[in-house]
């Protein structure tokens, strides 16, 4: 009954072929199994692959060939119930050679019926694929082992493959990404445009970081969003073109940023600093080069000032700038227009020697700038002009008081 | 026009205060009419408040510069005060030609700043 006739008859030229093309299968361990599972066929890819000559397997069970744990937890008779079931069965798992060693078989079992329906036995082809098996682990490793979440997606954006850092970062399990589209971890407001850009990186797929110059944001399970740093590359798979997807969280990254951006602001705000040194005189210490971006600042720092303290007088001290050429010339100009025009009187102090040559030689007009030569001289001219005015508005107030008293 | 600017008048100086948006027919008017308010109130000094102009665009800064002119020549003296930071730092860097004008921070101090401009008119000659 069972899958070779034993009688001795002439099988036939059909047979004897098909047995030849069995047996040309090297690579392949082609069985037949009797329906208790034991072995009734064996080819010469079964022997190179096993090590056991068909004399000593022939009758024996299959179970001959698993490992001893696996025949403790019944996994032969598991799956010839399941080839029985569902006529056919594909699965992975060690196998044992005669000397002990193992390796990994991909394993394909199909259940042989009568014409009633009954199972008379089972045909099995197995293969080693433990290469296969090691690639696929290094593979898993690599990812596993990359400092960066890992996301790899299909063209049509479904995610295939995730790490453990991806789980961590996103707060999905990876039963729960795998197979979904990417675009759950894309905050709403951008959603609807990902699957655009998607479709630009598989047209023309090579490595660049994602939306360069943009700040990215990944959305986590539990909705918030968070920024993030993505950078692609393509991965060729017999299924076709994946993407690979390295994304870090930029958290720390931006913050840091901000602060620094917060210093310099900071920075530039001590470096242009507006003093109040007297009822109505302002001082400005300037100290270091005076850039447009610095002069701006100061200007308008010191405009301010002047509305706010009311400031009649203010002093400019260039004894901290080490060089004075046409560029901040104009810079000290404009400065000192705006205050007149705001009504304020600007004294410079502090021009070293090789400045005042420089401004001469150079050819600048400092206009009616009024200078000093020290700060303290400076201050007791500013008193002085500040005296001046109080006494000229006390006697336009006497003057007023008297006109209309 | 006297409705939109009024003139107000404190002893012998004059106070405007310009207010809001102005377009350039509003400010031709104004120029014309206070020289004719200075001459016919013989007013000694006028202030021109500008504390209530965000903007002050190159026409109207030149306008300004030639009323003060003006009434320079009518024998009266003028000042213009409260000019905002940002306007002043726009006038400068649009280079409208202010300087010799005279300014103050306010009223007040422009008060005192005319006194001192006619003191000091009157003691030159001497």
Known sequence: MAGMPDDGQDPGPRLRGLEALLDAAADYEIINLDADGNVASWNSGAQALLGYPAAEVIGKPVSLFYEASDRAAGLPEEDLGRAREAGRLEAEGWRVRKDGRRFWASVITAAIRADDGTVTGYARVTRDVSDRRQADLMFRGLLESAPDAMLIVAADGRIELVNRQAEELFGYSRDELAGQQVEMLVPPRFRQRHPGYRETFFAAARNRPMGAGLELSGLRRDGTEFPVEISLSPLETDQGIRAVAAIRDATERREQEQRLRHQRDEIMELSTPVIQVWDKVLALPLIGTLDSARAARLTEGLLEKIAEHQAEVIILDVSGVPTIDTQVAQHLLRTVQAATLMGAASIMSGVRPETAQAIVHLGIDLGRLRTRNTLRDALQLALLMVREREGAAGAAAAVAAGGTG | ?126
């Open chain 2, 1 to 126: 026009m006297s409705d939109m600017v009024p003139i107000m008048q404190v002893g012998d100086t004059l106070l405007v205060s310009l207010q809001g948006d102005l377009d350039d027919a509003t400010v031709i008017g104004i120029e014309e009419h206070l020289t004719s308010e200075v001459a016919r109130r013989g007013a000694a000094g006028t202030l021109i408040d500008v504390s209530g102009l965000t903007v002050v665009d190159s026409f109207i800064a030149r306008v300004l510069a030639r009323v003060v002119g003006m009434i320079r020549l009518l024998g009266s003296e003028a000042a213009i005060v409260g000019i905002q930071p940002a306007v002043a730092i726009t006038l400068v860097e649009l280079g409208v030609p202010m300087a010799g004008l005279n300014t103050a921070l306010n009223a007040e101090q422009g008060m005192a700043l005319l006194r001192r401009l006619r003191s000091d008119g009157s003691r030159r000659p001497d």
